[in-house]
């Protein structure tokens, strides 16, 4: 390894187990809790996410793809592992290789589970994914029993669970969730029948905190383990405690007093008013940091807010920081999370950008070297 970048993401593995922990008061014991690590855990990355949850109690965990559980597994994580996006003929081959549980959807995919089941010789546990009304994966409620005629139809396939997903459970005052759950427990009370042992899913982060009716044997949390809540005003009506665990950092190259009139970065789209101290630093749109948020972002320098000034190139951009004395190089400057008294959250950068607090997440963390460390644990409350 080579110089580590100037840029880096911190993650606070104690957040993580804080939130975790708050998940689990609010659910109670009695209801599972499926921590959801897609996308190289929400930009925190997958296998030290999934280690922190795993200390504090998780045993279940939802990935997008097959490849992501594999690689849970040779990091030693025990325990159930949703393969949330399916898989395909290959995929199925791993499913069953590394002891993963795929959503299905398609015959297809049931018959190749089946088959390499078979070859194993095991029987392998599906879930099968519902749509009733997030109109992406799943199948459509009419489908469900000619489905689950054929899943029975396979002796070395059994049904472990039934799921769906809700478009609009972030969305205040909507009924579109509550209706969608109805057609939802229709759907179940038609298939009694059809299996001991299965688990029934439905909620995402916004779902558990706001319908605890809906909750059913387990919920899958994602946004909230991660310390940001789906939507702003949930943050407010939710009685979880969450701590934002991202912290993403820079570090000043050079401070520079420049003139009034004097033009910053690309297209002059900016010209100093008064003689100006400048912050530039390493940190552009290939570290996640958007063009798009020119004329809008702000950092942390010394614990106070430094507008950036001019367009934010590549690998750099410019804070003014006339206002706060002593900034040198080598100083760290803060882009997400806290410093001193300051505090910069995603969901702000995330209305710069023109976007929600999860791209912002991911964006920074697929774009930076990631980092961990274990801050104070608070005292959490306990599970009732
Ligand atoms: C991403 C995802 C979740 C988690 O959603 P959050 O809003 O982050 O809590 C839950 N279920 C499914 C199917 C998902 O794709």
Request: include cysteine.
């Amino acid at each position: 390894m080579g110089t580590p970048s100037w840029n880096r993401v911190e993650v606070d593995r104690a957040a993580l187990r804080h939130n975790f922990r708050q998940v689990r008061h609010l659910v109670g014991p009695a209801v599972d809790i499926l921590a959801v690590v897609k996308a190289d855990a929400y930009g925190h990355g997958l296998i030290p996410a999934s280690q922190a949850f795993a200390e504090a109690g998780a045993t279940s965990f939802g990935v997008a793809e097959v490849e992501e559980g594999v690689q849970l597994r040779q990091a030693g994580i025990t325990g159930q592992i949703v393969v949330m996006l399916g898989v395909d003929r290959q995929g199925a081959e791993e499913a069953v290789a590394h002891d993963l549980t795929p959503v299905v959807y398609t015959l297809e995919a049931m018959e190749a589970l089946a088959a390499c089941a078979a070859k194993a010789g095991c029987r392998k546990g599906v879930q099968i994914k519902v749509d009733v009304g997030m109109g992406r994966l799943g199948l459509l409620p009419r489908e469900l029993e000619s489905f689950l005629a054929a899943l029975r139809r396979f002796p070395n396939l059994f049904l472990a669970g039934i799921a769906s997903h809700f478009p609009k459970a972030d969305a205040e005052g909507d009924a579109t969730t509550e209706e969608q759950y109805r057609v939802f427990q229709e759907l179940l009370a038609g298939i009694q029948s059809a299996g001991d042992g299965r688990i029934i899913h439905i909620a995402n982060s916004a779902t558990l905190m706001r319908y605890p009716q809906m909750r059913c044997d387990l919920v899958r949390p994602g946004i909230s383990l991660y310390g940001c809540y789906p939507a702003d005003w949930l943050q407010k009506a939710s009685s979880l405690d969450l701590r934002p665990v991202m912290r993403f950092a820079t570090t000043v190259l050079q401070v520079k007093e420049v003139p009034a009139g004097q033009g910053v970065s690309y297209g002059h789209r900016y010209v100093t008013e008064r003689p100006a101290k400048l912050a530039v630093l390493p940190v552009g749109y290939d570290d996640g940091y958007l063009r798009r948020m020119t004329g809008k972002a702000e950092v942390l320098l010394a614990g106070q807010r430094a507008p950036i000034r001019g367009m934010i190139c590549m690998n750099a951009c410019m804070a003014e920081v006339t206002d706060i004395p002593g900034v040198k190089a080598g100083d760290t400057a803060v882009l997400l999370g806290c410093q001193g008294a300051g505090e910069i959250r995603a969901e702000e950068i995330a209305r710069w950008s023109e976007t929600i607090n999860y791209e912002i997440l991911c964006l920074f963390g697929s774009c930076n070297r990631q980092v961990y460390y274990d801050s104070e644990e608070p005292a959490t409350p306990p599970v009732c």
